[in-house]
Nanobody, 126 residues
Framework: VQLQASGGGLVQPGASLRLSCVAS????????IGWFRQAPGKEREGVSS????????YYADSVKGRFTISKDNAKNTVFLQMNSLKPEDMAVYYC????????????????????WGQGTLVTVSS
């Protein structure tokens, strides 16, 4: 099982970025995917997740209405569209996979995810 995250970069406040997470060694039908981020000196936090079977999506309050998670099963890829980026969104973003059917706050708990990508840096600065 491998995950490859990409798409980070340097953008100005208010701009958009789309992150990609390509999965290999498993199919998205069998694993839920979460996006997490970690800013310097802070704990890793859950940003968004998409369920393995029904594709339901979930968002942290801090990104609700600005970020959209989606997946393309044919490409075995999960995307995180980030709009209206703010300086506080600046962090290393990671995608992660879990075979568990998570509910509630567990969807955003790093401990529930078994496989992790390498992270991609998002910098939001004017």
């Amino acid at each position: 099982v491998q995950l490859q995250a990409s798409g980070g970069g340097l953008v100005q406040p208010g701009a958009s970025l789309r992150l990609s997470c390509v999965a290999s060694g498993f199919t998205l039908d069998d694993y839920g995917i979460g996006w997490f981020r970690q800013a310097p000196g802070k704990e890793r936090e859950g940003v968004s997740s998409i369920s393995r079977n029904n594709g339901k999506t979930y968002y942290a309050d801090s990104v609700k209405g600005r970020f959209t998670i989606s997946k393309d099963n044919a490409k075995n890829t999960v995307f995180l569209q980030m709009n209206s980026l703010k300086p506080e969104d600046m962090a290393v973003y990671y995608c992660a996979a879990t075979s568990r059917g998570l509910v509630g706050a567990l969807r955003f708990s790093p401990l529930e995810y078994s496989y992790w990508g390498q992270g991609t840096l998002v910098t939001v600065s004017s």
